[in-house]
């Protein structure tokens, strides 16, 4: 069991509850808190080895995890970090550097541990992304974005591990950590503690789950699926912008029914009155 980003917080969190529910644990990070949580565990009885990596550097971690137990059966991936300021005066470094350890971190360990899980008949990845990705947050641009994109590679990396295997779900965790420590209230603090995200965390991670391409949003003990939503819309004969002007009400109704898209194949049938296309629709569109 790898989790990238466990030296504090919400990570910390996972590899003491995984290492009590018998996991062996490598623990990675960019400080010595890793090797605290290593004694931590093993204070405990546990199994546990320590990392000291930039999370980007996906093919050393899952390198040392491989040595260490001989394979990889679990993968999380909780590595983060916020340079929240408004769009106009967020500098580029700025914007490169959040997108780079949330979105190419999460590809670099998921990369790295593909093979490897692909070998040995399968395994089990949890990304980490946000309520952020699906709605946005004034000042956090580069957050939400780089968010949105775990979306897009957790539904994607479910479907071509679905021959392998390898299951791939998405968190978003809503609980008091160092990230969230200047905008949390004393209420929100004690009453979203990281104890009661990471058992849903670990349900995820069971061996025994089916569960793939799942988002799950959870905080305070409450957890919920989260997906997109399509509103009913509306079919033009003749498409031109004044029509197109004169229906977009219609079109963001909400009210009227609803659609629950599952794949890119769910839209395009929409878009061509209900046909559907037999060949792959990303080839098509």
């Not at 504090?8 to 996991?23: E, H, K, N, P, V």
């Not at 093919?59 to 059966?73: C, E, L, N, Y």
């Not at 591990?161 to 008091?176: E, F």
């Amino acid at each position: 069991m790898l989790v990238v980003g466990g030296g504090r917080g919400l990570g910390r969190r996972y590899c003491l509850d995984l290492a009590a529910a018998g996991a062996q644990v490598m623990v990675t990070g960019r400080s010595a808190t890793v090797s605290d949580v290593v004694d931590e565990i093993r204070s405990t009885g546990g199994t546990a080895h320590a990392v000291i990596s930039d999370s980007r550097e996906g093919a050393g971690i899952v390198g040392a995890t491989t040595a260490a137990f001989g394979r990889i059966d679990a993968m999380v991936y909780n590595a983060g970090i916020v340079r929240d300021r408004s769009f106009a005066n967020m500098s580029d470094a700025e914007w490169d550097e959040v997108v780079d350890v949330h979105l190419r971190g999460s590809y670099a360990c998921a990369k790295a541990a593909w093979q490897p899980m692909r070998s040995q008949g399968g395994g089990s990845i949890l990304f980490t992304t946000s309520g952020a990705g699906f709605h946005g947050g004034f000042g956090q641009a580069n957050y939400a974005a780089a968010k949105a994109g775990i979306l897009g590679l957790t539904r994607s990396l479910a479907i071509e591990g679905a021959k392998l295997g390898i299951r791939v779900n998405a968190i978003a965790p809503i609980a008091s950590t160092d990230m969230t420590a200047s905008v949390f209230s004393d209420a929100l603090k004690s009453g979203l503690p990281a104890e009661a995200v990471s058992p849903f965390a670990i349900a995820l991670l069971d061996p025994r789950s089916v569960l793939t391409g799942v988002i799950m949003e959870t905080g305070g003990g409450w957890a919920s699926a989260m997906r997109w939503q399509r509103s009913l819309g509306r079919r033009l004969q003749t498409p031109d912008p004044t029509s197109a002007f004169a229906a977009l009400a219609d079109i963001i109704d909400f009210t009227r029914g609803s659609d629950y898209p599952s794949s890119t194949a769910d839209s395009l049938a929409a878009a061509m009155d209900g046909a559907r296309d037999s060949r792959n629709p990303c080839d098509v569109l």
